[in-house]
């Protein structure tokens, strides 16, 4: 069975992985967590990814998008691939 990537948005800064990964097994096995931090400071950035199998990442979007989690509503949808962004700026 293939995996699925969620995105989990609006997270309270001091979410951890383990909370995360708590909260998202009541729906199933869930694979990976990954919270963002930034590359400065080391401070969460309130977002991060889960790794589900797709019939339990598909119950989690249901049960937990728009829902309370440490106090705010989080998102929660299928993760999309992110562009390769250039560098920006001009090439001569």
Do not use: C
């Not at 097994?25 to 694979?31: D, K, M, Q, S």
């Not at 889960?50 to 019939?55: F, G, K, L, S």
């Not at 339990?56 to 691939?81: C, M, P, W, Y």
């Amino acid at each position: 069975m293939a995996n699925k990537r969620l995105y989990v948005g609006n997270l309270p800064f001091d979410a951890t992985d383990q909370a995360v990964r708590t909260a998202f097994e009541a729906f199933g096995t869930v694979h990976e967590v990954s919270l963002v931090t930034d590359r400065e400071t080391g401070r969460p950035r309130g977002f991060g990814f889960v790794e589900m199998d797709a019939d339990a990442a598909s119950a989690a979007i249901q049960g937990l998008n728009d829902k309370e989690f440490g106090g705010r509503n989080i998102t929660v949808n299928e993760a999309r691939e992110r562009n390769s962004r250039g560098g920006g700026g001009r090439r001569y």
